[in-house]
């Protein structure tokens, strides 16, 4: 069995994000990955069984790198609206700070490979479900069905930085706050 090397892991993930938000999922193969990451398309086997198995590997991984990164420094101590901010803006910066990110998880989402996945199974999913449930229970966040809520509350945040890589609309501080704002006053019983 051959062994496993670190560097060569860490080139077909990046070779895959990028060939995969250039071409798409449906242009790129195995053997493209391999000549990207400068290795054989064998070695890809060695840590993937499948095309298929790489992709989801990669969306899995964003997905937890975005939840270690969003919930550090959050307090279950603070309140509902302080944890609404901190996820809300935590979530803005990791996407704003990894673009590639966003594109891959912005794909993958819209593939047939999603009906797999468990989003329950994602720490800032079920976070962001706890705090939003909180809310409702102690009537600061509307009662309204969870998916209704993190659409106008989260769901936001992807055009926002879809305007912002676009040139469109530049996301300064003032506006990110600005959005963050709109964002809590969709949800919350008051502003």
């Known amino acids: 069995m051959r062994t496993r090397d670190q560097k060569k892991y860490d080139a077909i993930v990046k070779s895959t994000i990028n060939l995969t938000n250039k071409l798409s999922f449906s242009g790129i193969s195995i053997s493209k990955i391999a000549r990207e990451a400068n290795v054989s398309p064998a070695t890809i086997y060695i840590y993937f069984e499948n095309k298929e198995d790489l992709l989801t590997t990669i969306y899995y991984d964003i997905r937890k790198k975005a939840s270690e990164s969003v919930l550090t420094n959050i307090d279950v101590n603070m309140s509902i609206k302080e944890q609404f901010y901190a996820v809300w803006i935590n979530s803005f910066s990791f996407y704003l700070n990894y673009p590639e990110y966003m594109q ?88």
């Open 104 to 191: 891959y998880r912005e794909q993958f989402e819209q593939t047939t490979m999603m009906k797999e996945v468990k989003t329950d199974e994602f720490e800032l999913n079920s976070y962001t479900i706890e705090i939003l449930t909180k809310g409702i229970k102690d009537t600061i966040i509307r009662n309204l069905p969870i998916p209704l809520l993190i659409s106008f509350a989260f769901i936001p945040i992807i055009t926002l930085l879809r305007l912002h890589f676009n040139d469109v609309l530049i996301m300064t501080e003032k506006e990110i706050i600005n959005a963050y704002e709109i964002a809590w006053k969709s949800i919350a019983t008051t502003s």
